[in-house]
């Protein structure tokens, strides 16, 4: 069994804090909240429509309801389980998404609805609802949160689309963005926590971390599959592995066939041999053999038969003789009184 991370219950909690309420608001709380033994959190609309009264005047009770529990003698009485609450959520990092917090306390929905009411209705705790850069987060100190926030735009400003990092590098990076921050909150865990509260930045199922709308992280098909095991492998890999892999590390069948003909299709993927692929971010040429020829001879000028087998077998796991073969070939190159080729054209 987990070792509970709070020492008080909160359902008793709530309870208590409850009890002096009127009847419909204690029951406007109850509903909206998920408190009773329907765990589900009813909208304004569905509680109005209960009691045939308009969303805002839910609204309004609600509101009047958390005041006064606020007021009350049962809140002064539970000042210690905010304090162990505000703790907590310190320990966490001083700003948690909700759902991390909400699931590190308590796995079970009805006790973890019972904790976001302490936590609505404590005056230490304040939320950040979730907008297009942010998932919802709950903070015990605005200037930590901004700062937080802030160092997590300038993250995701660093990054481009194709950068896939391993997670030690992205807590690393992410720290440099947080000299201001007290170093009680520099720890590996913590930092996690903070990155998650990011939408632009995601982590992809092998636990590398870069920009959350990027292929490298939110994996679509078998060609972003097949860029991680091929990533991960580190060199050149033969299609069929790739399809084995690829059922291995993402419990995706994979028919060899149908990766082979996505791994043909995408630009990010290079053959450099018989069936051996590899990846374009390597710098590997793409093209068949005697385009790598023609790459090399543009790049360096006119060189002898065994300079251009040297740095083309760099870029292609293929016969010595493929490479002579096709540099006999004069439509596409030219030898010179010294013995050296050039291609034809250019």
Sequence with gaps: MATPTISFKPKQIVKRLLSSLPDRARDVIIQRYGLGKDVKRMTLDAIGKTYGITRERVRQIENYALGFVRKSEEYAGEKAVFTELETLLHSLGGIVVEDD??????????????IYFLLVVGEPFRKFKEDDEFRHRWHVNEQLAKQVEDALRKLYSS????????????VSKFLTHLEDVSERYKNQEVIKRWLAISKAIGK?????????????????????????VIRKHGS???????????????NKKAH??????????????????????????WGYA?????????????????????????????????????IVVNLQNPKYFRRDKDGKYTPVGA
């Design 101 to 114: 917090f909400l699931g590190h306390v308590s796995k079970d929905v009805s006790l973890q609805n019972h």
């Design 159 to 170: 990054l481009n689309n194709q950068d896939l990092l391993p997670e030690t590098e992205m």
């Design 204 to 228: 992809n199922p092998l636990g590398d971390w870069g920009v959350a709308q990027s292929p490298n992280v939110k994996t679509k098909g078998m060609r972003d599959y097949a860029f991680l």
């Design 236 to 250: 050149p890999i033969h299609f069929r592995e790739v399809a084995k892999q690829i059922t291995t590390m993402f």
């Design 256 to 281: 060899v066939a149908t990766t082979h003909n996505e791994l043909i299709k995408d630009p990010r993927f290079v053959l450099v041999g018989r069936g051996l692929y590899a990846l374009a971010e």
């Design 286 to 322: 793409p093209g068949v053999v005697r385009d790598v020829i023609r790459s090399v001879l543009v790049k360096n000028g006119a060189l002898s038969k065994e300079e251009i087998i040297d740095k083309v077998m760099k870029e292609r796991y293929v016969k010595e003789n493929t």
